[in-house]
């Protein structure tokens, strides 16, 4: 199920990178967006209101000088909505061997000024969500123009009204993206972060032994957690595997630091989980990672919380308490004996957890 807005069929740029920060848990500016289009990871669209465009299949007379306008527009026709912007090394986009949308990317991704010379006098294409082309088009008045020889001479000649082709590319303001152009992205995204956590592994798959058990269930498996060593064990009977954080995409790129699906993760182990919007989409993505890493089609999870066992060592917390209280105590030395909230339940209380948020006081 997809995670962006249910009712956007598209996003503006700013948008678009926020949502695939928010989903992919990684920084996104609006200049990652276009870099992302240059590399053909994402596609942009122009959002039209009622504009003028022709079937890219009609064929325009040769570029003339004067312009002429398109003498027949009986086929034109008015948009409305998202169209895909085709920068494809295709003839009308090719200028001196080069494609200058490309160049045209190249100087949003720079924040340059977009230069005046940068078109075809052909126009270029966009594609509906059926997949047919049109050339957008634009009104022309007719207006004396000055066209400057390259022996220092100029030439006075009056354009014609009329259509012509559209020739300068939308501002970035009216730039966006479509829904299923973001959708292929976010999942592009997921596919090659799950391939780059198995890579981790070498040769072989460390969930191996699991793929070839029939009609395996998350309810059949126990994962153990090993906090120090960013570790899972992970067993089904007598079968045992030990898996990175990061094949369950836990980890941020570093493969060290938890994200947000890492920090829930370690919250359901120690049952202090609240399930709010923000935790809910976390837990989508750890259902996605971990249906993907054990190739099982049912949920790991039922109204948020996990069908699969999962716990943390006793001993390793119990290490982790000791290191606290011996780190509290030395800090504690030569300063003044005053003891906290936290202090007198860790004494009175055998249940005493220092993780539960319900045992933390301001002063810690």
């Not at 948008?15 to 848990?25: F, V």
């Not at 090659?192 to 269930?217: S, T, V, W, Y």
């Amino acid at each position: 199920m997809s995670e962006l807005p249910i009712l956007k069929d598209w996003f503006f740029l700013d948008d678009a990178a926020t949502q695939l920060s928010r989903i992919l848990d990684e920084e996104w500016s609006v200049r990652d967006v276009f870099q992302a289009a240059l590399g053909e990871h994402l596609f942009l669209s122009w959002y039209v209101e009622n504009k003028p465009a022709l079937p890219a299949s009609i064929k325009l007379p040769s570029p003339q000088v004067p312009e002429q306008p398109i003498s027949d527009t009986t086929q034109a026709k008015l948009l409305r909505g998202a169209h895909k912007i085709v920068l494809d090394n295709v003839e009308i986009n090719s200028f001196v061997g080069r494609n200058i949308r490309d160049d045209w990317l190249m100087k949003l991704i720079r924040g340059d000024e977009i230069e005046s010379g940068m078109f075809c006098t052909q126009g270029f294409h966009i594609m509906d969500d059926k997949g047919d082309l049109w050339r957008p088009l634009e009104y022309r008045s007719a207006d004396r123009v000055a066209l400057y020889e390259p022996d220092g001479g100029v030439v006075s000649y009056v354009t014609q009204e009329g259509y012509y082709p559209k020739v300068f590319m939308p501002d970035s303001p009216e730039l966006g993206i479509r829904r299923a152009d973001l959708e292929k992205c976010i999942e592009k995204h997921t596919s090659l972060q799950n391939a780059g956590a198995i890579e981790i592994c070498a040769d072989k798959h460390p969930l191996q032994l699991f793929h070839k058990m029939e009609k395996l269930c998350f309810n059949e498996i126990s994962i153990g957690i090993d906090p120090d060593n960013l570790i899972l064990r992970v067993s089904v009977k007598e079968v045992k595997a030990s898996v990175p954080f990061a094949l369950f995409g836990l980890t941020k790129k570093n493969g060290v630091v938890l994200n947000r699906q890492g920090n829930v993760f370690m919250d359901m182990a120690r049952n202090y989980c609240t399930l709010d919007s923000g935790v809910m989409r976390a837990i989508a993505r750890l259902s996605r990672s971990m249906r993907t890493a054990f190739r099982i089609t049912d949920a790991p999870f039922l109204k948020g919380k996990p069908v699969f066992r999962l716990s943390i060592s006793k001993e390793i917390e119990a290490k982790r308490r000791a290191l606290k209280r011996t780190t509290s105590y030395k800090d504690d030395i030569g300063q003044k004996n005053e003891r906290s909230a936290q202090d007198f339940l860790e004494d009175a209380d055998p249940e005493f957890d220092p993780y539960n948020p319900i045992y933390v006081d301001d002063d810690l």
